[in-house]
């Protein structure tokens, strides 16, 4: 089989994928509570250097997607052009989520849209357990990665953290905590407000919401995140 390439067409890619396949992955990534109907058995690490070799090529990204295959629609989502990736586009793909890992991994791809902000706003009023979970997905990612973003920005989606806080599906409250605790972790102007929702979902009548605040206020509470805050913080020296 040839090495793959930016030359490499969708059907070549996939071939490749389904060569490099392990079953003994697949039952892996079942203990993790991945689905793996589509699945082939390929870790990220090795997807990702697929997707290094082969580069962007947005109209092949879609045909990748279109296989249907995990490991093809999380290369799809990495060599996909962001800036021509529309909400119709977001919407079609967020549509075929079935499983965590695939939400978490595209959900980087439409933080990188111009939409990002629109999108979260209308996948987290999605009744669909994994739509609900692409837009924490995409509010940790976005808050991790839009550095030039105010903080603001991000205290300002607590009252959406909130809001979805008592929805005790697995997917979506693991999610609504990440994002909660990633908020919290962004810097010390963020941290205050992320730990005192935190604490006051902890005190919390719902088990749900229960959950989610003693999950961030440990983590928020750490002294390794103290710690990383407060390096975070000091102006850097020249």
Not at 136 to 159: G, I, Q, S
Not at 177 to 189: V, Y
Not at 190 to 208: K, N
Request: with cysteine.
């Amino acid at each position: 089989m040839a090495e793959l390439s930016p030359a490499s067409t969708a059907a070549e890619i996939i071939a490749h994928l389904r060569s490099i396949g392990s079953e003994e992955n697949r039952q892996g990534m079942k203990r993790y509570g991945i689905r793996i109907d589509r699945a082939l058995g390929i870790s990220h690490g090795v997807q990702r250097d697929i997707a290094k070799k082969i580069k962007r090529n947005h109209e092949r990204a879609f045909e990748l997607w279109a296989s249907g295959i995990t490991e093809a629609q999380f290369i799809a989502s990495v060599t996909a052009d962001p800036k021509r990736f529309t909400k119709a586009d977001a919407r079609r793909w967020a549509a075929e989520f079935d499983s965590w890992d695939i939400v978490d991994g595209v959900s980087d791809l439409f933080v990188d849209t111009d939409a990002w902000r629109e999108l979260i706003e209308e996948f987290a009023a999605d009744q669909r357990e994994f739509v609900r979970r692409t837009a924490f997905a995409m509010l940790c990612w976005a808050t991790v990665h839009r550095k030039k973003e105010p903080d603001a920005t991000f205290v300002n989606y607590l009252p959406l953290v909130e809001a979805h806080a008592k929805d005790g599906r697995n997917f979506v409250k693991k999610a609504v905590n990440w994002a909660l605790r990633t908020i919290g972790k962004r810097s010390l102007t963020t941290y205050g407000p992320a730990l005192e929702m935190a604490e006051r979902l902890a005190a919390s009548q719902d088990r749900t919401e229960r959950w989610i605040g003693n999950g961030a206020v440990r983590e928020l509470k750490d002294p390794k995140t103290l710690e990383r805050l407060a390096k975070k913080s000091k102006p850097k020296t020249a």
